[in-house]
């Protein structure tokens, strides 16, 4: 492992650590080091507030209690620009190049004074894409590009995912039986229960970190969910439903409870994600029925799912004829890169392969 590779390890580590609160924004690590020691790291911690490498910089303790300006606007004195221009900063995106809701990261970086500058993975946002890293180059600071790429990349895959393709990162997820049975139908007069109150709780921990949730008509009129993250600390999701027909009545959960619901009466799923993608959303929860969950599938409009497994003895399923059973739907190009036992109940986590 080379030196460059240690550090930015180091700031992928602190990315992580904003997981929770930084979307629509990506996920960012920086670290500051100076003479093989590290004297700064930052994260950016939630979305509007300072980015990772302001709170980098604010880290550090400047021999003599020098003050430290971070927004790139101010006049740095010359021994704080002498104290950086031995500092190597490292961070896993291309620093920001343009206004949002703070100063560009990179016109703070040159006021500072870095001598070089490396850099994890270029920023795929058309607003950046290469800017800052030109305006860093230009103003002398050396740059690096490219230093565990892929791993710095794969922190935001819904960031990228959003930029690169102009539509929400797309997970489905969904319950079944040892035989295939994820549901009964309502004319059977039976609810079947798959998930133990763990794994719902860690449904609801996987919804935390997703902007919206999409379940189909027939879900949301005959299982009434909330759809909600009332099970694990965090932001209920922006809910979302397609109801071509008008068959979704006002007194349903999603309609009367006074959060936040967008009801599609068109079924063309491109359209759906592109507006999806202009609200904002970059991570989309597909949890059902199966026909909704399938039609993702078929179009492969899906990017990873989440299916759990239930050991139980699967009895109380024989007696349903097979029209009576609502069938999981059936996954394509997908590859298992994660198994695991939850609560006595198997989960896997597959990738579509066509999108790796």
């Given amino acids: 492992m080379t030196e460059d590779e240690k550090y930015m390890r180091r700031a992928i580590q602190l990315a992580k650590c904003g997981e929770a609160g930084t979307a629509p924004n990506p996920m960012v690590g920086a670290v500051i080091v100076r003479e093989g020691r590290i004297v700064g790291e930052g994260y950016h911690r939630k979305y509007g507030g300072p980015h990772a490498e302001v709170n980098a910089v604010r880290s550090v303790r400047i021999p003599g209690g020098h003050t430290i300006l971070c927004d790139g606007q101010g006049n740095v004195s010359c021994e704080v620009k002498q104290y950086f221009a031995q500092c190597t900063m490292y961070v896993t995106l291309e620093p920001c190049s343009h206004w949002g809701k703070t100063p560009p990261c990179c016109d703070m970086i040159v006021a500072h004074g870095f001598k070089r500058v490396v850099v994890g993975t270029q920023d795929p946002n058309a607003k950046v894409n290469g800017e800052g890293i030109r305006r860093m180059r230009e103003a002398g600071i050396d740059v690096c590009v490219g230093v565990l790429e892929e791993e710095c990349r794969a922190i935001n895959?819904?960031?990228?995912?959003?930029?690169?393709?102009?539509?929400?990162?797309?997970?489905?997820?969904?319950?079944?039986?040892?035989?295939?049975?994820?549901?009964?139908?309502?004319?059977?007069?039976?609810?079947?229960?798959?998930?133990?109150?763990?794994?719902?709780?860690?449904?609801?921990?996987?919804?935390?970190?997703?902007?919206?949730?999409?379940?189909?008509?027939?879900?949301?009129?005959?299982?009434n969910p909330s759809l909600t993250t009332r099970l694990w600390k965090g932001a209920s999701p922006l809910r979302v439903t397609i109801d071509r027909k008008g068959r979704l009545d006002s007194s349903a959960k999603v309609l009367s409870d006074g959060l936040e619901t967008v009801v599609y009466h068109n079924e063309i799923l491109s359209e759906i994600l592109f507006d999806l993608h202009k609200?904002?959303?970059?991570?989309?929860?597909?949890?059902?029925?199966?026909?909704?969950?399938?039609?993702?599938?078929?179009?492969?409009?899906?990017?990873?799912?989440?299916?759990?497994?239930?050991?139980?003895?699967?009895?109380?399923?024989?007696?349903?004829?097979?029209?009576?059973?609502?069938?999981?739907?059936?996954?394509?190009?997908?590859?298992?890169?994660?198994?695991?036992?939850?609560?006595?109940?198997?989960?896997?986590?597959?990738?579509?392969?066509?999108?790796?």
């Fill in 279 to 356: 609200r904002g959303v970059q991570h989309l929860l597909v949890e059902g029925g199966s026909k909704l969950l399938q039609s993702f599938i078929d179009s492969n409009m899906w990017d990873d799912a989440r299916v759990e497994i239930c050991r139980r003895n699967t009895g109380e399923t024989r007696h349903l004829t097979q029209e009576q059973k609502v069938v999981a739907p059936v996954l394509r190009n997908a590859e298992v890169c994660e198994e695991y036992e939850a609560d006595g109940n198997k989960l896997l986590i597959l990738l579509n392969s066509r999108h790796i």
């Fill in 157 to 223: 895959t819904c960031f990228n995912t959003s930029h690169g393709m102009l539509r929400p990162r797309i997970t489905l997820k969904w319950a079944q039986m040892a035989d295939g049975t994820m549901g009964v139908k309502a004319e059977a007069g039976q609810r079947l229960r798959i998930s133990t109150p763990f794994t719902e709780m860690l449904v609801h921990r996987l919804r935390s970190r997703c902007q919206a949730i999409m379940v189909g008509t027939n879900t949301a009129i005959q299982d």
